[in-house]
């Protein structure tokens, strides 16, 4: 059985491209989890998703990012006319249940030059 | 607001003694808590976690401590090895409305000395 799966794990953009990050959860899991990790600091929580559904986004940023998690495949994060304080590390969870554990992917490194 | 919070940055210890890291949350309504690993350059790995109607839970070589009444959380890691050497967070599940959203602390950083 898998991991969480993210990629890509490195990701370089100029300021106002857009980056798309791609989560795969662990097989049979039907809850993901976005969070933000800046450097030196703890992860922040953005956004939880079920099958076609946002549970609850009040960690996203009103503008410019935007989540999404289909009935087939994996669950996108993607961020439009990205700025340098974009530039984080951006890990995915996801777990069987909306509650307890939360199985954490590799994460996605932005880097906005 | 609340948070979780953990009371010091960089904790050193030498291999083979014990270590401790203590957490902090302010939400009393939080009935469930997790530690996490994190290697450099890796995503958070779960090391153990506790419910709140329990005091202590033990795993291997690790021990979670929780006091509800003053709001705090400890790892403690027994017989400390250079392969524990990572940062520590702490993390807080509210749990209510089942959204398994985590509150994450600023993290504490152990190095363990040879």
């Known amino acids: 059985n898998a991991g969480v799966m993210q990629n890509p794990r490195h990701l370089v953009r100029r300021r106002g491209q857009e980056a798309r990050l791609r989560c795969s959860p662990m097989k049979g899991h039907s809850h993901v989890y976005w969070y933000r990790q800046l450097p030196e600091e703890g992860l922040k929580f953005m956004v939880y998703l079920q099958k076609e559904n946002i549970i609850d986004e009040s960690g996203m940023p009103k503008e410019r990012f935007s989540a999404e998690f289909p009935k087939e495949g994996p669950s996108i994060l993607r961020i439009q006319q990205v700025v340098r304080g974009d530039s984080a590390a951006y890990f995915c969870?996801?777990?069987?249940?909306?509650?307890?554990?939360?199985?954490f992917g590799q994460g996605t490194r932005l880097t906005v030059v | 607001g609340e948070s979780v919070g953990l009371h010091l940055p960089t904790l050193s210890v030498q291999e083979g003694d014990n270590s401790i890291i203590n957490c902090a949350y302010s939400?009393?309504?939080?009935?469930?808590f997790i530690w996490y690993k994190q290697e450099s350059g890796k995503g958070p790995q779960f090391i153990i976690d506790i419910r709140s109607n329990m005091d202590k839970r033990q795993g291997q070589r690790v021990t979670v401590l929780l006091n509800k009444t003053v709001k705090h959380l400890s790892l403690q890691i027994a017989a400390t090895q250079p392969g524990d050497s990572a940062v520590y967070f702490c993390?807080?599940?509210?749990?209510?409305?089942?959204?398994?959203?985590?509150?994450f602390g600023q993290g504490t950083t152990l190095q363990v000395k040879p």
């Open positions: 939400n009393s309504a939080s009935d469930y």
């Open positions: 993390a807080e599940n509210y749990g209510s409305g089942n959204t398994g959203k985590l509150i």
């Open positions: 969870a996801s777990s069987p249940l909306g509650y307890g554990e939360a199985f």
